[in-house]
């Protein structure tokens, strides 16, 4: 079996249509990454973290507030 590889000529040039073409698709293969990665990735762990975001903010506030109320408990 012969290699098809081989066969293209080395000096030949490509055509600008057919360069157009290849750069275009590969451009749009990039996008479709991107696009991909925007809602699969990154949007989820947006709205995880804005979902964690005030969990993990009122829990400090709620252990200051605890020591603030032990010691009044221990004056009565």
Same mark, same amino acid.
């Given at each position: 079996m012969d290699n098809p590889f081989k066969k293209i000529?080395? *000096?030949e040039e490509l055509p600008e249509v057919l360069?157009?073409? $290849?750069? *275009?698709? /590969?451009?749009?293969?990039?996008? +479709?990454?991107? $696009?991909?990665?925007?809602? $699969? /990735?990154k949007y989820p762990n947006t709205i995880v973290d804005l979902i964690n975001a005030p969990d +993990?903010? *009122?829990k400090p *506030?709620?252990?200051e507030n605890n020591k603030e109320d032990e010691?009044?408990?221990n004056k009565n």
């Open positions: 000529l080395h *000096n360069k157009e073409k $290849v750069l *275009n698709d /590969v451009a749009m293969i990039k996008l +479709s990454i991107d $696009v991909a990665d925007l809602f $699969v /990735v +993990s903010e *009122n *506030n709620e252990k010691p009044n408990e």
